[in-house]
């Protein structure tokens, strides 16, 4: 597969990787246990291969093959989601840069509500993530816990915090996408959507986006943006395997 970067590296370059690959001291070490790690070598040299060829030329085929490695990598090893995550964040992150460079036929305000509210949409979000989490490294198990455990027979702890409502995280998400949804309106009335569609970088957004997308659906829980750990009628397994 190193050989067809012969187009990037030039045929010296090409044939010091493949060799470099070859005689590579980590595939050597874990490839003789016949591990996955061949594998996830091979699908991300052919994902950033097509991904660089389908911005240049556009032809389809490279739509598929992207397709396949993203399969052939999910298939085999969890590292798929951080080179997913990489890939879609280098698709927006040149989307955004290419839109925002050309001409808009649009109205004149139709730009800067774009990116301002873009721009609201990723603080939003970034404060989001970061609340999530910070809340979910804030639970320790408290002196009073240590002393007088919940009981295991009981539906629900009575030391676990009952939901109040709506959390905050989860309000400011709903806020974020507020915003990018009003970013959406701009772009589509401002740079129109016969532009949008023209742009390669879109084509592979949407394909990765597509695929991955069912795989996300836990971010909402890991984040704690719909407040599950604190809803006290949430399903608890462990509290129902000691029912009668």
């Not at 050989?3 to 045929?11: F, M, P, S």
């Not at 806020?175 to 959507?193: E, H």
């Not at 016969?194 to 695929?211: A, H, N, P, V, Y």
């Amino acid at each position: 597969m190193v050989w067809y970067w012969r187009r990037y590296l030039g045929r010296t370059g090409a044939l010091i990787a493949g060799i470099l690959l070859v005689i590579s001291p980590y595939m050597l070490y874990y490839g003789r246990y016949v591990r996955n790690e061949s594998f996830v070598g091979l699908s991300g040299i052919l994902m950033l291969y097509v991904i660089l060829r389908y911005l240049e030329t556009g032809t389809p085929k490279y739509l598929y093959l992207l397709s396949a490695s993203l399969v052939l990598h999910f298939l085999v090893k969890e590292t798929s989601y951080i080179y997913a995550a990489q890939a879609l964040l280098y698709f927006a992150i040149y989307f955004i840069a290419r839109v925002t460079r050309k001409p808009w036929t649009g109205r004149i305000g139709d730009y800067r509500g774009f990116i301002i509210s873009f721009a609201i949409g990723i603080l939003l979000l970034g404060a989001a993530l970061g609340m999530g989490l910070s809340s979910r490294h804030a639970e320790t198990l408290t002196a009073t816990e240590t002393v007088a455990p919940a009981n295991p027979t009981g539906t629900v702890s009575p030391f676990e915090p009952v939901s109040s409502g709506l959390s905050p995280t989860f309000i400011i998400v709903i806020v974020a996408l507020l915003a990018f949804s009003a970013a959406a309106f701009f772009l589509f009335r401002g740079y129109t959507w016969e532009k949008i569609r023209s742009e390669r970088s879109f084509d592979l957004l949407i394909l990765t986006g597509t695929l991955v997308l069912p795989l996300l659906v836990a971010f909402v829980q890991v984040t704690g943006a719909l407040d599950w750990n604190s809803h006290p009628n949430r399903c608890d397994l462990g509290s129902r395997a000691h029912r009668p």
